[in-house]
C-alpha cells in the first residue's frame, strides 16, 4: 500500500503565496510521474502541473509563471510554489503519483487533498 498526505494549504491573500508538499510513503520501488490538480467550488478536477521522471514539467495556461512544481525524489515528495495567487485559485489541492511497487505493477494514486482558499 502507498499513501500520499498533502499538506500546505491554508488562506492567503491575494498576491500572496503558499507552498504544497506531498510525501509519499509505504510500499514504492520507484515514481513515475507526479501531478497536481485542483478542484474549485462548482467545478470538475483539473490538472494544474506534472513533473514527469526526468523534471520535464507542464504547467496548466491559468498558472504559468505563477506556479512551480518541483520534486524530491530521495524523500517521495512533490511540491508545489504558489506565487501571486488570485481568488480563482481558491481550490482543494490533489496530488497524484504513479508509483511502481513491483516490477510489473504501477499503479495512479491519490492524496486525499488540501484546502487553498485566496481571500481578502
Known amino acids: 500500500q502507498v499513501q500520499l498526505v498533502e499538506s500546505g494549504g491554508g488562506l492567503v491573500q491575494p498576491g500572496g503565496s503558499l507552498r504544497l508538499s506531498c510525501a509519499a510513503s509505504?510500499?514504492?520501488?520507484?515514481?513515475?510521474?507526479m501531478a497536481w490538480y485542483r478542484q474549485g467550488p462548482g467545478k470538475g478536477r483539473e490538472l494544474v502541473a506534472l513533473?514527469?521522471?526526468?523534471?520535464?514539467?507542464n504547467y496548466a495556461d491559468s498558472v504559468k509563471g505563477r506556479f512551480t512544481i518541483s520534486r524530491d525524489n530521495a524523500k517521495n515528495t512533490l511540491y508545489l510554489q504558489m506565487n501571486s495567487l488570485k481568488p480563482e485559485d481558491t481550490a482543494v489541492y490533489y496530488c497524484?503519483?504513479?508509483?511502481?511497487?513491483?516490477?510489473?505493477?504501477?499503479?495512479?494514486?491519490w492524496g486525499r487533498g488540501t484546502q487553498v482558499t485566496v481571500s481578502s
Open positions: 513533473i514527469t521522471s526526468g523534471d520535464s514539467t
Open positions: 497524484k503519483m504513479a508509483v511502481r511497487t513491483s516490477l510489473f505493477r504501477t499503479t495512479d494514486y
Open positions: 509505504g510500499s514504492i520501488l520507484v515514481i513515475n510521474n
